[in-house]
């Protein structure tokens, strides 16, 4: 059984740092794509953030410069480093997992969901 735990949300003010993880476990097969979304109060999810198989990373447009998502060696945990916080970037941040080992921002489909965790950003 797949589960993903995410952890490191809370309230931070404009300008901020923040870190989020997500624990990964409950399968075998390391050969996938991982990746952080968020959702806002009356919006739609959306991508964040894409990590893939070997690496290779994309980002939305909207965080590009300021966020940077990494894996342990072991793929068994996943970052968010988010710098330069924005009131914008309030939402409640999912992590995802994707079978698809060479996802990008665009194309990933996630397979499983976190439970998500709540980001605050005041002004």
């Known amino acids: 059984q797949v589960q993903l735990v995410e952890s490191g949300g809370g309230s931070v003010q404009a300008g901020g740092s923040l870190r989020l993880s997500c624990a990964a476990s409950g399968y075998s097969d390391r050969s996938v794509s991982m990746g952080w979304f968020r959702q806002a109060p009356g919006n739609e999810r959306e991508g964040v953030a894409v990590i893939d198989t070997d690496g290779v990373t994309s980002y939305a447009d909207s965080v590009k410069g300021r966020f940077t998502i990494s894996q342990d060696n072991a793929k068994n945990t996943l970052n968010l480093q988010m710098n330069s916080r924005k009131p914008e970037d309030t939402a409640i941040y999912y992590c995802?997992?994707?079978?698809?080992?060479?996802?990008?921002?665009?194309?990933?489909?996630?397979?499983?969901w976190g439970q998500g965790t709540q980001v605050t950003v005041s002004s």
């Open positions: 995802a997992l994707d079978w698809w080992s060479r996802a990008r921002i665009a194309t990933i489909t996630p397979d499983y």
